[in-house]
């Protein structure tokens, strides 16, 4: 044991195609390093160089001294070579001695061997031939590294790998070693000016690295390391770079640093491991599909890895994620894209030659981090020019609908009205304003997922909507059935002829005041004056409300509990005490009535409620008019396409109505999504 401050050759060892980026590292450590051979830098610097190289490379897997370099050509040789050592310099009293061998192109075939021979070599220099080695100390890893004739011995001074920061209890699949994170984030060059996201977060290391990366936290300070046992290091040096690189830490200034992920346990790991590596407050965690990715930031750089789809079941999903991704990118056409991606065959699918491409291996699968420059006039997927002609179309139609619903509205005292109802580039979508908001909605079938494709488009007429409404971007809400899509959504107050609606524009399910039911709800509010009333399928925003602001009393049954809750809601708002609520079926209700009448029946079916009584609707109109009073209505409304018997309408033995027409708005009139009945009461 020396106990001096000599300088000693250290050797960084890196993963395959990181090597530069340690490189980097070592010279902003102020250390000029060069590569020996694959994985593998060296220099010269003082035994404080261990401890700051261990606390402070990202990149690398471990810090390595050596003990010595010579010549082998068979195991006499290594012995020779290795015995030749000065063992009791860089091994402690007592150390458990254990050597770890790696042998490329050599005539030493046998790992396994070339480790015996080495332990014996060491035991011999340090007590003799025929003694035994003390080994009650810590353990030190001897590395023999045999590349053709060259052997390198060092010791390994990191013990755990370097990637073991400590801020990960917990696996999650698919997660990338720390180590592989600080290589993506330094490989692309990002700086801590400029946002960055990743939208397939996982367990958040990418985000987490770069945060420790910008902030200067350096990644090893809250671990042990194997040399903090070298007594020749001394436990100064290492309190005081623990100490100098404490002080170096620097959170002022960073741009966002967004994770998000599908999977809230992801998410929740990812918060946790930030949490545990102190930059949790740099951070922000997101839930949500990469689909939906959009920001407000710009000039920032989004580095992910998407899943790969390796295990099985995987593939068809990690395949139709790479197929969206350009689209997803097209966006942010000012940020720059690191994808670290399985294969090498990315870029047939995006379109477009990567600006650089790097090789690399995460655990043993082979990678490619593409890297993509900001390409502002260049959507590779989305191609503004592809659905131009259709976009002017639907910009021209939307204008003309907006110029004749220019003075209609307040004409009529109207805050909301479908403004749009049509098919646009293969979307079914209907624009609706709502007071000061716009909810533009694909009403397309509900699936799985939104592609990405699809949400560009919508984007686009939602863009051109907030432009011909002149509605602010931010009060347009883009609303699609896919299950992907929930989200809270802001709520606001309406009034429909001095009645108040609690409306949600951007609810996924409805946003609460159907407007089609617009000249509806006027014909039986004008009925509804001082009567009894009974509402058999009561929902918010139908016909409940303005019924219960004007009836003597009202009972309204709701089909569900969330139905219930926010019609008794909008009837506090309202100040409407006379309305009795509870949840029950139409039918059943109808037929558990007595003795009791009424004035009015309104029964505004849904689609479920409709398809569960049809085609009976002329049997359940009958019932109604059953237990109306003298003079009384019942009124039936079914959405359309529901398919019935309408002729049965004109057997049932009570004058009836059909109001279809009349009961339309006007600006419902091309689709007509209702069919309207009233009756008049039996004893009339
Ligand atoms: C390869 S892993 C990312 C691992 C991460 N870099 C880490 O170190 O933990 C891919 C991640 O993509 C997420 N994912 C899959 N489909 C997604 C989608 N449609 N939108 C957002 N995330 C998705 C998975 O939940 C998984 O966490």
């Not at 890893?141 to 920061?165: C, I, Y």
């Not at 040399?227 to 436990?235: F, R, S, T």
């Not at 491991?273 to 930059?279: K, Q, S």
Request: charged share 25%.
């Amino acid at each position: 044991m020396t106990g001096s401050m000599q300088p000693v050759e250290i050797i960084a060892t890196a993963a395959f195609g990181v090597e530069a980026s340690v490189k980097w590292e070592l010279s902003r450590l102020g250390y000029e390093a060069k590569a020996t051979s694959p994985g593998r830098l060296s220099f010269n610097a003082d035994p404080a160089a261990i401890v700051r190289s261990n606390l402070h490379l990202r990149a690398a897997d471990r810090v390595l001294v050596v003990a010595g370099r010579f010549r082998a050509k068979d195991f006499d040789d290594l012995f020779a070579g290795v015995a030749a050592i000065d063992w009791r310099r860089w091994a402690p009293v007592g150390a458990r001695v254990t050597p770890r061998v790696g042998i490329v192109r050599s005539p030493m075939r046998s790992p396994r061997s070339a480790q015996s021979v080495a332990k014996r070599a060491i035991v011999e220099s340090l007590v003799g031939k025929g003694n035994t080695l003390d080994e009650t100390g810590p353990e030190v890893v001897v590395d023999v590294s045999v590349l053709g004739e060259d052997v390198t011995v060092s010791l390994d001074s990191s013990g755990a790998g370097l990637h073991k920061r400590g801020y990960r209890q917990r696996a999650q699949a698919g997660q990338l070693k720390e180590t592989l994170a600080a290589a993506l984030v330094m490989i692309c060059r990002w700086r801590r000016d400029q946002p960055l996201i990743d939208p397939f977060c996982g367990s958040g290391t990418i985000p987490i690295e770069a945060a420790l990366l910008a902030s200067n936290r350096a990644p090893g300070i809250g671990r042990a390391f194997a040399a903090e046992h070298w007594p020749w290091i001394g436990d100064s040096v290492w309190e005081q770079e623990r100490c100098r690189a404490s002080e170096l830490v620097d959170d002022s200034g960073g741009a966002p640093i967004i994770a998000s992920d599908i999977n809230p346990q992801a998410v929740g790991l990812a918060r946790q491991c930030a949490e545990n590596a102190g930059v949790a407050h740099l951070v922000r965690f997101d839930l949500g599909d990469y689909r939906e990715l959009e920001t407000e930031l710009a000039n920032g750089w989004v580095i992910t890895n998407p899943p790969y789809g390796v295990r099985v079941g995987e593939e068809k999903e990690a395949n139709r994620i790479q197929k969206d991704l350009p689209a997803v990118l097209s966006r942010l056409p000012s940020f720059s894209h690191g994808l670290l991606l399985g294969g090498s065959d990315f870029e047939p699918i995006i379109g477009k030659s990567a600006t650089r491409k790097r090789k690399l291996y995460n655990a043993r699968i082979q990678c490619t981090l593409y890297q993509f420059a900001p390409s502002p006039d260049d959507s590779p997927a989305f191609s503004a020019s592809a659905n131009g002609h259709a976009m002017d179309q639907f910009r021209a139609a939307l204008t003309k609908r907006a110029r004749h619903f220019r003075k209609w509205p307040n004409q009529h005292g109207i805050h909301a009205f479908r403004a749009f109802d049509g098919d646009v580039l293969g979307l079914r979508i209907s624009i609706d304003r709502l007071g000061e908001s716009l909810r533009v909605e694909d009403k397309g079938d509900p699936g799985k997922t939104y592609s990405a494709d699809k949400l560009n488009i919508l984007r686009e007429i939602s863009g051109i909507a907030s432009e011909v409404m002149g509605i602010s971007p931010e009060s347009v809400q883009r609303v699609h059935r896919s299950a992907s899509s929930q989200r809270a959504s802001d709520q606001i107050e309406l009034v429909e002829r001095g009645v108040y609606y609690e409306v949600r524009p951007a609810e996924m399910s409805g946003a609460g005041l159907e407007l089609s039911l617009r000249e509806l709800r006027a014909w039986v509010a004008r009925r509804a004056k001082d009567a009894r009333v009974l509402d058999l399928c009561a929902r918010p925003g139908h016909a409940s409300e303005c019924t219960a602001a004007v009836a003597s009393n009202m009972t309204a049954y709701c089909p569900d509990d969330l139905a219930q809750a926010r019609l008794r809601r909008n009837l506090k708002i309202n100040q409407a005490a006379n309305t009795e609520v509870g949840v029950g079926d139409a039918v059943d209700v109808i037929d558990q009535i007595d003795d009791e009448r009424f004035d009015l029946i309104v029964c505004v079916l849904g689609s479920d409620e409709a398809s569960r009584v049809t085609p009976a609707f002329a049997d359940l109109l009958q019932s109604c008019a059953e237990v109306l009073s003298p003079g009384g209505t019942a009124l039936l409304a079914v959405p359309a396409g529901i398919a019935f018997d309408e002729g049965s309408m004109g057997e049932i033995g009570f004058p009836v109505k059909e109001l279809t027409k009349s009961l339309t708005p006007d600006d419902f009139k091309n689709a007509m999504p209702w069919c309207i009945w009233a009756c008049r009461g039996s004893l009339d």
